[in-house]
């Protein structure tokens, strides 16, 4: 079921509010909001709104035998890209970027945010459709440069619909298949990257794919590969 409110400060912070005063939030049943006050972002940041764009929250509850939660980011940036990639005009790409992040044509056009409250995944989910909220240092854009898109409502119910689909996928078929297909969406291999791990200087380096537990290979300059468990990540060629 989809509950679209028309105003909050963040439907994360709403479903983390009904989870903490014990409320049980079944899985399938998201919360949008039209505008959100203090829509939140990751590692800290704000999340800017804008009418028209989707801006909403669901839940996962991992159980036993489910691929570690923290594989929810790579899936939940997989059915992003399915609900988004039937409104992308030809010569547009659509690709992910580790660990959640959609880029259009280079342009960040969607975010993904994963906070755990009571042993429950909050997945929020804001998607560029409409308007393209200012990120300093980011090159962002949406949907309705490219031309008319989905309207909110309209791409709300084809989220849900992926998002049911690959949590089912996740579920059945586990993190190797999953691996395989996001790699498939990604941007190619070998594109440079700029990676900033927490507490730590910017380091630079070509990707090389993901880990067989879903963290990004960077190739550095030296030959050496690193993997990434944590951090913001850009394109090296992104306009600041
Ligand atoms: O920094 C990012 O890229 C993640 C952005 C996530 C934004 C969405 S909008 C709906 C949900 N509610 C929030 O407060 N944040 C997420």
Known sequence: MIRTVEETGSTNADLAARLSGGEYLPEGDWLVAERQTAGRGRLGRIWNDGAGNFMGSTVVRPGPGDPPPSSLALM???????????????????????????????????????????????????????????????????????????????????????????????????????????QSAAHPVGTRLTVLPPGEEAVEGSYAGLSQDGNLLLKLDNGTQRVIHAGDVLLASAPD
């Open 76 to 182: 939940t940036g997989l059915a992003v890209h399915e609900a988004l990639l039937p409104f992308v005009p030809q010569g547009a790409a659509l690709w992910l970027k580790w660990p959640n992040d959609l880029l259009l044509s280079g342009a960040k056009i969607a975010g993904i945010l994963l906070e755990v409250v009571a042993g429950t995944v909050i997945v929020g989910i804001g998607v560029n459709l409409a308007a393209a909220p200012d990120i300093p240092g980011r090159a962002v854009t949406s949907l309705s440069e490219y031309g008319p898109g989905p309207g909110r409502d309209a791409f709300a119910e084809a989220l849900a619909a992926s998002f049911d689909r690959e949590l089912h996928r996740w579920r059945s078929a586990g993190l190797a298949p999953l691996l395989r297909r996001w």
